[in-house]
């Protein structure tokens, strides 16, 4: 297994090109099942998440070409109604298949996804959603199978909690469902508004993306389409603090301001420069930083995929920080490693309080999820001496060649093969 060691106290500079979007391209992936047509998809970041759901449509029937920085997917003969076990286990994501499935072909078998290392992760509301569309429902041998022998048609969907893949897969869903559906409290996120541009330049008609209610007239069929993957936010938000933890300076490129504002938002209070520069966004660190508090919540709220990141950052800056987690239960596991390279980080219920020490010291830490090993890089750049992260294979799943990017600003970063 690999692992990527890290010596600190580099002081980063100059520009940083942002990768497409995992958190979108998966559901735009997942929605071209929904048409016979030609996809082109443009942007799309090469993490192994991405080859995970290629493979998962590859298995249904649909031929990909994968081109430099993008990929043509065709969904014109599927062989399958199926996401097996052994795909959706290295990936829950692989739920999103379910909605478009059922849509365009009547049934689906997906394996249930189970929990992950941030929490239980139910998927009723997805469930709800569909059932309420008509379908019917049945949990057998660990698989969820649905099947809408008439036909999905609209609903009114109030979703007790905005999730971001229910939100998804439930417009996916009602886009060929016969009649109008209504999805209250509908998540907000700018991944949502990108997959809905590109289901309504496919002919689908929707209205309200990026707002709370989500209003959907089905249509007959879908087209293909040519389609951009937008930025990644949390990918451009991890370079952010990656130049503020090493009192840097970086051009952040192709990232839209708009999508980061909670983020930028806090970095501002802990008195750092950060502001829009052209297509991009400039941060400037010339103190050590204050310390802030921290509460996550859905968007436009401060992301939860953005929470442990932030608090490497807030471990070594002046003052206390209350840091809250309020979407997924444990989603701290990054607090004990981060403690064995010198933190004062004390866990009550859902809050981690943070009081910020002067410097760090590089340590062996393990990666627990994806976000947890960006923090651990982060926390390993402003650190004196080696830290060296093992199970990173979480990097991979959602960071695009992030050694070789962090190299290019001036970290000293490299990856090795674990023993044998
Ligand atoms: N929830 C339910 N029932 C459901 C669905 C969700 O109770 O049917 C709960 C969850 O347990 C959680 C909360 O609702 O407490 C929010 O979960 P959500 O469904 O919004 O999360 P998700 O759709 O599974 C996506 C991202 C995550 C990101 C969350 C929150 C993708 C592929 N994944 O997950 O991304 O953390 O939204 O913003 O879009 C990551 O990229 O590292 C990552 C984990």
């Known amino acids: ?52 759901i290629l493979k998962l449509l590859q298995g249904l029937g649909a031929k990909v070409t994968k081109e430099k920085s993008g990929c043509t997917v065709s969904c014109s003969s ?33 394996s249930l996804p189970g929990g992950c290392a941030i929490g239980a992760r139910p998927i009723n509301l997805h469930l709800m ?14 698989y969820v ?9 609209g609903a009114r969907i109030p979703l007790e909690i905005p999730t971001v893949t229910g939100t998804e897969n439930l417009m996916m869903a009602a886009v060929l469902a016969e009649g109008t559906t209504v999805i209250e409290n509908a998540a907000r996120e700018p991944e949502i508004c990108d997959l809905a541009q590109f289901l309504i330049k496919r002919g689908a008609q929707i209205r309200g993306a990026g707002t709370g209610t989500l209003v959907i007239e089905g249509v007959p069929r879908l087209n293909g389409g040519e389609y951009t993957i937008m930025p990644d936010r949390i990918e451009a938000g991890t370079f952010l603090i990656a130049g503020a933890i090493t009192q840097g300076d970086l051009l952040v490129k192709s990232v839209d301001y708009s999508t980061l504002e909670a983020l930028i938002g806090k970095l501002t209070e802990a008195g750092i420069e950060v ?72 866990i009550q219920g859902n809050h981690a309080i943070v009081q910020g020490v002067k410097q760090l010291s590089g340590a062996p830490v393990m990666a627990s999820d994806l976000r947890a090993s960006a923090c651990l890089i982060l926390a390993g750049l402003a650190a004196e001496g080696e830290t060296e992260i093992s199970r990173i294979y979480h990097l991979d799943r959602g960071y695009d060649r992030i050694e070789e990017k962090l190299s290019q600003l001036g970290a000293e970063i490299r990856r090795v093969k674990d023993r044998p």
Do not use: W
């Open 275 to 346: 502001k829009p520069d052209g297509e991009g966004i400039r941060l400037r660190v010339s103190s050590r930083v204050k310390a802030v508090d921290i509460k996550t919540m859905p968007y436009p709220g401060f992301p939860t995929d953005m929470q442990a990141q932030m608090m490497s950052l807030m471990v070594i800056s002046k003052g206390l920080s209350v840091i809250t987690e309020t979407i997924f239960e444990s989603r701290f596991t990054h607090v004990s490693e981060l403690k064995r390279m010198g933190a004062d980080i004390k």
């Open 78 to 110: 599927l062989s399958s109604c199926e996401a097996p076990y052994d795909l959706v286990k290295t990936m829950r994501a692989s739920i999103l298949v379910l909605g478009p499935l059922v849509s365009r072909f009547r049934e689906a078998r997906v």
């Open 145 to 153: 199978e649905v099947k809408a022998k008439k036909g999905l048609h």
């Open 129 to 142: 959603g569909l059932e309420r569309m008509g379908a019917e429902i049945q949990i057998e041998h660990g």
């Open 1 to 52: 297994m690999d692992k990527i060691i890290v010596k600190g106290e580099k002081r980063l500079s100059g520009e940083v090109e942002i990768s497409g979007s995992k958190n979108s391209a998966l559901p735009i992936l997942a929605s071209t099942l929904l048409s016979a047509g030609d996809h082109t998809l443009l942007n799309v970041p090469n993490l192994a998440d991405v080859t995970t």
